[in-house]
């Protein structure tokens, strides 16, 4: 049953790529409208249109969605966001499905992919993070992203969590830009990304549902760095282990 279990996850792995690549032929067109409009213009056009790539690509891979929490962002200034990261699932359909424009932060080393890496450049704050110069200057983009009235979109493990725990421990980046910018932490659980399309084995995927839980904000005031980050991954660890499907 296992070795049929696995070979249908890989040939329904193979499909979903597939899919991507098709899907990603046909959307890429429109993101090229970026490349002459200003902030934030540029981002909220971004999102749109991956919104529209993702929709697509989900339902010819069969996957289904949801978003719980959007009242959240009612009346929000604009914030942190902060998301658990389980799979490679998780940044393709969480940032264009957040009620607001954001940018998130991501890998330089996607960028290099040919017709995607460029789609996700602009629609991200790029970081070598073996680079110091380029952490800072990509900590310095945050900033300017909050400057301009967008949402920062941040995932605080920094890759992606193959362990047993719900979480893996989190860096400072978030919670310092936070603090700094005295802009509220948004709480972020994507939940069974990881049982759809883990790290091992790898070309593995099985559909079903993610959903997307946006919980409370938390505000910096009266936090350290240490002292926030706590505080935001007890709540993300405590919903996780109580909403992952079983």
Request: charged share 20%.
């Amino acid at each position: 049953m296992k070795l049929i279990r696995d070979i249908i996850g890989r040939i329904l792995a193979f499909w979903a790529l597939l899919m991507f690549v098709t899907s990603m032929f046909i959307f890429m067109w429109f993101y090229l409208y970026c490349l002459v409009l200003p902030e934030p213009q540029k981002t909220k056009w971004h999102r749109l249109v991956s919104q529209k790539w993702m929709s697509t690509f989900m339902l010819f891979s069969g996957i289904r969605f949801s978003v719980r929490g959007k009242h959240v962002f009612d009346n929000l200034e604009n914030a942190v966001i902060v998301c658990n990261h389980n799979s490679l699932l998780d940044i393709p359909v969480s940032f264009p499905f957040l009620p607001r424009a954001n940018k998130t932060i991501a890998k330089k080393s996607f960028s290099k992919v040919p017709i995607f890496g460029w789609i996700y450049a602009i629609g991200t704050v790029l970081v070598d993070r073996n680079d110091s110069k380029s952490r800072q200057e990509s900590y310095a983009k945050m900033k300017y992203v909050l400057n301009h009235g967008l949402d920062m979109l941040i995932y605080p493990e920094g890759t992606r969590n193959k362990t047993s725990e719900p979480l893996k421990s989190f860096y400072d980046g978030a919670f310092k830009l936070a603090v700094e910018t005295q802009k509220p932490i948004v709480p972020v659980v994507m939940l069974n990304t990881k049982k759809m399309l883990p790290a091992k084995p790898a070309m593995f995927f099985k559909p079903g549902k993610i959903s997307m839980h946006i919980l409370p904000p938390v505000y910096p005031e009266g936090h350290s760095i240490d002292s926030l980050k706590k505080i935001v991954y007890d709540i993300m660890a405590k919903h996780y282990l109580e909403n992952e499907p079983t």
